[in-house]
């Protein structure tokens, strides 16, 4: 995707909740990685705060359609509460927090992303009730509802094996 986007002359941004972003496989796959700013979040907060800023410089310096925003991961960001809440060891559950502001982050993005024309694709490698919304191999993605409801595009990813060749014994059935 990032390799796509540079090749139409778009900029790439990352939002990494991951901080695991080194450049080799996205090098590997053919990505200028010079030309794709990285930023480390932590919290869905920062999220929210860091792509509005950026979807607002898009629209106001005429660069619509020019910048692909990703974020990796959704599933591993967490709350301010969250953090906060730890590092005053407190052990509290954070009762749909996540959840609000996920949604308010979609509801955020979902106009911004329209005016700013820039696609943001949101990777979420949390899995959870398998098959709840598609009778195949899809899962239902973690995060509340909102992801559910304001996706203009979902695609599900899902690793199977199959046996492509009956006489080849190495093959997985």
Do not use: W
């Not at 410089?57 to 619509?64: A, G, R, T």
């Amino acid at each position: 995707v990032q390799k796509s986007a540079q090749e139409n002359d778009m900029r790439v941004v990352i939002f990494d909740s991951e901080f695991d972003k080194d450049g080799r496989m996205e090098e590997s796959f053919g990505v200028d990685t010079s030309k794709v700013k990285t930023l480390p979040i932590e919290t869905v907060e920062e999220l929210v705060i860091q792509s509005t800023k950026m979807l607002n410089s898009v629209i106001e310096n005429n660069l619509q359609g020019k910048v692909l925003f990703i974020l990796d991961s959704l599933g591993a960001l967490s709350t301010k509460k969250e953090i906060t809440d730890a590092e005053e060891n407190k052990v509290a559950m954070d009762m749909g927090l996540k959840a609000k502001r996920v949604k308010s982050f979609y509801k955020t993005m979902k106009g911004k992303c329209a005016l700013s024309k820039c696609p943001f694709l949101v990777i979420n490698h949390e899995i959870a009730d398998p098959a709840a919304m598609y009778e195949s191999n899809f899962k239902k993605q973690g995060g509340g509802q909102a992801i559910e409801f304001f996706s203009t595009v979902m695609v599900h990813v899902d690793k199977r094996k199959e046996k492509q060749d009956k006489t080849n014994d190495g093959d997985i059935e």
